[in-house]
């Protein structure tokens, strides 16, 4: 992390401007020492290849989304009211929030038990801020928005393995 020194915000390291003031870090900055971590400090969402979101309306019943979730091999869907993103509900929502309950509520609309404003970015994002969010949020899903609110793809915890194992590889080869 990079503690700006003008408003003393946690930064992300290799922020190139403090999130909070926007005030330049670029002289806080350290030389990335490995491959991954050139890679997070560079590359942009792209790379981690966003998968098209799956997306249900926030008055979905409940068992209607669990049968998606199931015959799609998913592990979230994206809820949305009148196209905008209002929810996330993945798995973990499964065992949390409905648990041995899940038949019992099954007609019950998915807003109910859907995480609610769910964290986003953008797709110029940049790797690390991927890694940020699912680490300080103890998330495995991250929609992808455009600026105009279109949700643009979903990555998951399983893209942020394949990415690091693919920097990992291409390290050994470059030695």
């Known amino acids: 992390m990079i503690i700006c020194p003008d408003c003393s915000h946690e930064n992300i390291e290799g922020s190139s401007e ?32 966003p998968k ?17 979730m199931v015959e799609k ?5 994206v809820v949305t009211k009148e196209r905008q993103t209002v929810g996330i509900f ?3 929502d499964v065992l ?15 807003s109910e038990f859907m995480t609610k404003d769910p964290r986003m970015l953008d ?4 790797v690390a801020f991927v890694v940020q969010r699912m680490d300080l949020g103890g998330y495995r899903h991250i929609p992808i928005v455009e600026e105009n609110g279109d949700l643009f793809g979903i990555v998951s915890v399983r893209d942020v393995l394949r990415y690091f194992t693919e920097k990992l590889i291409s390290g050994e080869h470059a030695s």
């Open 18 to 49: 403090c999130e909070q003031c926007q005030q330049p870090l670029a002289d806080y900055l350290e030389t990335p020492s490995t491959t991954i971590e050139e890679g997070l400090l560079t590359d942009r969402i792209h790379v981690l290849e």
């Open 52 to 68: 098209p979101p799956v997306t249900v309306d926030a008055t979905t019943p409940v068992g209607e989304v669990l049968q998606v």
């Open 73 to 77: 091999r998913i592990g979230c869907v």
């Open 90 to 92: 993945s798995e973990r």
């Open 96 to 110: 949390e929030r409905l648990g041995t309950d899940a038949v019992k509520l099954k007609k019950h609309p998915i």
């Open 123 to 126: 797709p110029q994002a940049k």
